[in-house]
């Protein structure tokens, strides 16, 4: 039996009653103001699925350290590095099947399966023993936790057209401060018996597991995020046509305003699907543009772990000598920082600029400020916590801004039937970049801390020169004839 359907005047669109999809299509044309609702949805599930990226980062130093796997400290960083990868692993084998999945049975069903994956592995690594068990829960977690192409394709669909880049700014900000509150939570939990002696003994389990409090609290808070899912709307078309193939009729351009007496007349889904679904490798300025954030990925997920084993390593090495509470502490405040500029500037400079320009900007400030890093190790004192919490502060607003610019051209690029298989893809394509930057930015950081006498870049200047390499690749790309911005 065909569905009911009604169809609203002004909008000339069909709308069918039992299609979640449309009924979030009519809410958005009765609902003109900024969708506050939806808005605080997009974030805390971005945030849930991004805190565990990087909140290892202040705490794996010493958590490969307690393993006793490696034999000189300075093997430590090359351990360390495979941890933080196997993440990225994991979500690189399954990020493009997550998008299909998400585009066949809607996003809702992903973004429950992600978030609970967080409160199941990120408390088993917590739990770690043994280099092998947190490698194993790590590359679960990410196999598990795809969620975040699913919410920027969400994110594109949820608001009228004139919120669009807000609420994929909330995707970015929510991300950015995951990737900074992460690793704050593991620098101010972790080994919560050594440095909160009065509340936490010795022979408590957070004493006998010194890196399960951060791992836990983020896993409570994917608890609360599972739970407020619930009321999560859902808004991919689900549409039985003739032969009862599913298909989106707002996806397509010449049958979206369908007259009374032409209704008769409306295409096979199989045509539908041949005729405005091209393949996705042969779009040319969504490729490109995820070729551009892979780049940008590899850096910025390389800069992450880098910068916590370089401000927690030995001052004889060319750290800061920093303890993790002392990295929590940076991250923290970066993180309060990223989060004003990006919900109260961003928008309007994007409204301004366009996100190609933001994105530019962005990593073109970021190289000079790179170069200045390890001469940050001369300073003492409060000059050196001021220009740290500066500097980091200047840095993650700029990675963020960058970033938001490219989710805004990837989804410009595809209609919403190929939203969550575009997102996927570029989650996968992504995360093979990012499975490189921990372990390379690991393997680079152990070597650089081996040349300390070295004529050419001596110790950590090397690091952050080939941080630098990478992010004027980067650039480079973002400039024609490489990079084809999208129409609308």
């Known amino acids: 039996m065909e569905e009911n359907r ?37 974030w805390i599930v971005s945030l849930c699925s991004t805190l565990p990226t ?15 796997i490696a034999k000189r400290e300075e093997d430590i960083g090359f351990y360390a590095g495979f941890v933080g990868s196997s993440f990225m692993v994991g979500r690189a084998l ?40 947190a490698l194993s829960m790590r590359f679960l977690l990410g196999c598990l936790n795809s969620v975040l192409g699913t919410i920027r394709a969400y994110a594109s669909e949820v608001c009228r057209e004139e919120y669009r880049a807000l609420a994929l700014s909330v995707v970015s900000t929510s991300r950015g401060i995951g990737l900074i509150i992460g690793p704050a939570i593991g620098g101010f939990f972790a080994q919560p018996a050594e440095k909160y002696p009065n509340v936490f003994s010795e022979g408590s389990i957070f004493g006998r597991f010194p890196y399960f409090l951060p791992c836990l609290i983020i896993s409570v808070y994917a ?116 989060l004003l500029f990006q919900l109260l500037l961003y928008p309007p400079v994007e409204k301004v600029l366009g996100p190609l320009t933001v994105t530019r900007l962005s990593a073109a400030i970021s190289i000079p400020l790179l170069s200045c890093f390890p001469y940050i190790t001369m300073l003492s004192g409060v000059i050196l916590h001021v220009v740290i919490n500066c500097a980091a502060l200047l840095r993650n607003t700029l990675s963020v801004s960058l970033v938001t610019g490219l989710f805004i051209l990837q989804n410009n690029a595809v209609p919403q039937s190929q939203r969550g298989a575009a997102n996927g893809l570029s989650m996968t394509a992504m995360s093979v970049f990012k499975a490189f930057g921990p372990a390379g930015g690991g393997v680079l950081f152990s070597w650089a801390q081996k040349r300390q006498a070295a004529a050419f870049l001596p110790g950590d200047q090397m690091v952050f020169f080939v941080l630098n390499v990478v992010q004027f690749v980067g650039l480079l790309l973002t400039f024609k004839p490489f990079l084809a911005e999208p129409r609308s």
């Not at 999809?21 to 997009?42: A, T």
């Open 54 to 68: 990087t909140s290892l980062f202040p705490f794996v130093y010493f958590m490969i350290r307690d393993f006793h």
């Open 94 to 133: 399954t990020s493009l099947f997550w998008g299909v999945v998400a585009d066949r049975f809607g996003r809702k069903p992903i973004i429950l399966i992600g978030t609970f994956s967080v409160v199941v592995f990120n408390a088993l690594f917590g739990l770690s023993t043994s280099f092998w068990m």
């Open 223 to 338: 608890i609360g995020v599972l739970i407020a899912c619930r009321w999560l709307p859902e808004t991919l078309h689900k549409h039985v046509g003739k032969g009862n193939e599913r298909y989106d009729p707002h996806d397509m351009s010449e049958t979206s305003s369908i007259e009374s007496g032409e209704k008769d007349n409306i295409v096979e889904p199989e045509e539908i699907r041949q005729a405005h679904k091209p393949s996705l490798l042969k779009n040319w300025p969504l490729m490109s543009t995820i070729i551009v954030y892979c780049v940008f990925s590899l850096q910025e997920i390389a800069y992450a772990e880098i910068f916590s084993l370089w401000t927690v390593s030995d001052k004889k090495y060319g750290g800061l000598s920093f303890s993790s509470q002392d990295v929590g502490e940076v991250l923290a405040i970066s993180g309060l920082g990223l």
């Open 6 to 42: 009604t169809s609203l005047l002004e909008s000339g669109v069909e709308y069918y009653e039992n299609c979640p999809g449309c009924k979030m299509d009519r809410l958005k044309q009765e609902e003109v103001g900024v969708p506050y609702k939806h808005l605080s949805f997009i």
